[in-house]
């Protein structure tokens, strides 16, 4: 399987095979690609998601940044919204989003962090993985925690604008095992038949839609891009633990998509690379530059 995905990709990459050559993604077998830049995972019965492999001592060397002393123990505890973390891999930027629930985002704040995580990506092999739909090469934009002990109601959203397609991906993946299976999990919205003849129209409600719950597991990422429906499965963790998922978000080189997917990066970080590789500010880092800025001149 390995070998003949490097094969496809190594074709798609010479110019030996082109999209309407090819009714599957390469990335994962259960997904085709349809009409208007949509692609379909029969498996989940949704739009614009895959489900892939990642390396457990990949997931592990997260982990153990995650889980090393004291930087991050308290993050799901009542706090300040925005806080700044240091630790011996560099800075994250911490962001309760509270959400109906104690979600935090905990994301690179350093190009130190950001690097120790780029090399995480790269070692996951998720560029190659994923070149198929991307021939022109993948970026990474920016790595987080994304943790949380409780949720207490669905907040259904997508993550990209619907122009943005599947130039902008977000990759979830659980830290480890967790105790609670039977909630607290990840709801999203599935389209039963017809939907391929009525891509585009995919919003919840749709008749022949309806919510399913994906169970994460160690070892295995959910990857999703524009018009894939989902939220937090309300729950909580067993004794109140807290569920840590790593969480990368790239996608294309390609410049001409930005302004779409920094409407959702914008918010999520202070610091993120851009398609061509330019390390910058986000909206929210440069709000927060210019809040610092003012205070450093006593104008508040
Ligand atoms: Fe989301």
């Given at each position: ?30 997904v085709r690609r349809v009409n208007g ?121 997508v993550d990209y604008k619907p122009e ?109 690379v851009r398609p061509d590789g330019d ?22």
């Open positions: 399987m390995l070998l003949a995905r490097a094969l496809c990709t190594s074709l798609w990459r010479q110019g030996h095979l082109h999209c309407s050559h090819i009714s599957m993604d390469a990335v994962d077998c259960d830049g949509l692609h379909f995972n029969s498996r989940l019965a949704a739009p614009n998601v895959w489900e892939i492999d990642v390396d457990q001592g990949l997931v592990d060397a997260a982990g153990s940044i995650f889980e090393c002393g004291t930087p991050f123990k308290s993050v799901t505890e009542d706090g300040e919204p925005y806080e700044e973390i240091a630790t011996s891999v560099g800075s994250f930027f911490l962001q309760r989003i509270n959400w109906k629930s104690d979600a935090c985002w905990i994301s690179v704040d350093d190009r130190e962090a950001f690097d120790a995580f780029s090399s995480i990506f790269t070692r996951m092999g998720l560029a190659e993985h994923f070149a198929p739909l991307f021939p022109d090469g993948v970026r990474l934009y920016s790595a987080f925690y994304v943790v949380r002990s409780e949720c207490s109601a669905h907040n259904f959203h943005v397609g599947a130039d902008a991906m977000t990759l979830i993946t659980p830290l480890r095992d967790f105790k609670q299976t039977d909630n607290f999990q990840l709801s999203y919205v599935a389209h039963r038949g017809g939907m391929l003849q009525k891509e585009g129209l995919l919003d919840e409600g749709e008749p022949g839609s309806e919510i399913r719950r994906y169970e994460y597991k160690k070892g295995k990422a959910i990857v999703f891009a524009s018009k894939f429906m989902h939220s937090t499965e309300p729950g909580a963790g067993y004794n109140g633990e807290p569920h840590a998922y790593l969480c990368f978000t790239f996608g294309t080189t390609n410049m001409d998509s930005w302004a779409q997917i920094s409407r959702t990066l914008g918010t999520q970080s202070r610091v993120v390390y910058v500010l986000t909206a929210l880092g440069e709000r927060i530059e210019e809040i610092l800025r003012m205070q450093r001149d006593g104008r508040t």
